[in-house]
């Protein structure tokens, strides 16, 4: 069973001899202050985790609205405003289908391992790293916007096409897969969000195909190193109904698992 | 944590899907602290020895 630790301090001791993981949330911005400098808070919430001493960690860094500004600034001079339309939060995220942006998490990917490689193996400290650097808002990175039209007008309008994140989605997996050999990676599955620039008013469409078809494909390589995740369970998420990601989660080979859906309401 | 209510007995019964599901692990909130009655933990215990059932390695 997993925590989320998330830095709110230690584990309270009813749980202690059943937890065996804690997640620890990051936001990029606070692991790279600048381009190549990778210090800032961040560092010292994975430091905190390490000294819950026996746990290990399950790395859930934040891409999207919480990258670096100079992040966002690639490729244009700022993000690019998206707004959540779930919940009506709202980002600047960066063009994360560009090579070059993608080259950045990359490089933010290899000064992970280089802190944590002593702990790889059969000392793993991180056990698994969430694959976040296609992500907007939140760490699920097959959601945009939650069909929010203009959000999605604003993507386009800086090019962002399906190939794009298609071929993104591939990029990044490939780098987690070539650099951690020993760390698992963990994506949330959710049915893909497209653009669609000739269907207003969301210029949106959802396809869980999309997503299920790219993620079998990435599994004949990854293998078990790949982690499936939801992070919408809820008690009305099951029985699970045809063509549902629970119905794929649950047909799909492990290792696998669930996240509830809101930490503020448990259950809901 | 606001609206809780009841809910978590909706939590652990979110989580008893989850194992249905073959799930290796589940994540569990932050804040569960003041709801962690002894008849929670045991049954969080149950839910996690379920879990041990689907080793991830």
Redo the contacts between chains.
Sequence with gaps: ??????G?GSI?T??Q?????V?VMVNWSDLEASDQNFTGTGWTKIDNAKSLGTVKIRLRIMAGRHAPQFVKDIGGTGGVTVTNAFDNVTGTVPRWWLPAVIAQYEELLDEVKSRYDNYMGNNILIREIVASGAMTIYAEPFFRSHNHGVSNQNLIAEGLTFADDLAAHTDILSAHQTKFNTIRTSIAVNPWEKMAPSSPPNYSMTSLSDTTSFLNTQRSSMGVELVLQNNG???T??P?AIGSV?EY??GAN???????R??????? | ????GN?????????W??V??????????????P??TPAV?DE??D??AA?EA?P?F
């Design positions: 069973m997993v925590r989320d630790f998330n709110m309270p009813a749980l001899s059943f937890i065996d993981d997640v369970l809820r008690d998420s099951y699970a629970y989660i649950e492990p290792p696998k698992g669930f996240q509830n809101n930490h503020e309401q448990p259950g809901q | 944590m606001n609206n809780l809910d978590i007995n909706r939590l652990l019964t979110a989580l899907e989850a249905g599901a073959g799930a290796n692990f589940v994540e569990l909130p932050g804040g569960l602290g709801y962690l933990v969080l215990e839910i996690d879990l689907n991830i």
